[in-house]
């Protein structure tokens, strides 16, 4: 367990200063797609971090070998390095990372400009858009592994919750409000501190 790992995280961006955002969730949530809609959007850089795999990773998810801790290991540092890199030159940049298990957030989260975002979505949604997407190494029948490994983000966690299964233009329009906006920040992580999915419209289960 490195240093980082075991601080406190910083709270998440008070003011005005979010210098990088991690897009997190399960695959199939949308964290590629809407993570490049919103660069986009604010002129952003964008970086996904299933690129920032080693070879080794990619093997094992293509091959249908859920990763272990220690497969991830290599992957979190230079996903928490990117982060801290383009924070540290003011080169704003979303990272789209699954961040599945609490640790790994506290561990991306090293300073107060990263802001972390979790797209829940349904399992039904997730099965619909795995089912129906080609060219792509991660095996849909990982999922269940995925819901596995994954911390629902907490309230006290200070990661912020998104719709993800509303339509990608209303997903893009709530994160960049978020990202710009230090009032609908604050008032997502208030709706949140009665239950992680009770800020999320429709309720049901969200992963
Ligand atoms: N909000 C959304 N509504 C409908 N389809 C979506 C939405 N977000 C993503 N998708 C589609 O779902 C599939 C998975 O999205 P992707 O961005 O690859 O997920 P992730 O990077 O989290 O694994 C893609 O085919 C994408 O076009
Ligand atoms: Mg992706």
């Known amino acids: 367990m490195s ?3 075991r601080l406190e995280p910083p709270p998440p961006p008070a003011a005005d200063e979010v210098g990088a955002v991690v897009l997190a969730g399960v695959s199939g949530c949308g964290k590629s797609t809407v993570g490049k809609m919103v660069a986009r959007r604010l002129g952003w850089a964008f970086v996904d971090g299933d690129d920032l795999h080693p ?3 990619v093997y094992s998810m293509h091959h249908g070998r859920a990763l272990t801790d ?3 290991d290599p992957w ?3 996903c928490a390095d990117l982060l801290e890199n383009h924070v540290a030159n003011g080169v704003p940049v979303i990272l789209a990372c699954s961040a599945l298990k609490s640790r790994y957030r506290r561990r991306l989260r090293r300073d107060a400009e990263t802001l972390l975002i979790h797209l829940a979505c349904s399992r039904e949604e997730l099965i619909r858009r795995l089912g129906g997407r080609t060219g792509h ?6 999922l269940d592994s995925q819901f596995a490994a994954l911390d629902p983000p907490t309230p006290g966690d200070g990661t912020l919750l998104v719709d993800g299964d509303a339509d990608m233009e209303e997903v893009t329009n709530d994160i960049v409000r978020l990202i710009t906006r230090p009032a609908d920040r604050a008032a997502r992580l208030a709706a949140q501190g009665t239950g992680a999915a009770s800020a999320l419209p429709g309720g049901g289960e969200r992963w």
Do not use: G, H, I, T
């Not at 190494?137 to 990982?142: H, N």
């Open 76 to 78: 979190l540092e230079r």
């Open 70 to 72: 220690a497969d991830r």
């Open 137 to 142: 190494f991660f095996d849909p029948s990982l």
């Open 3 to 5: 240093v980082s790992e």
């Open 55 to 57: 070879w080794k990773n």
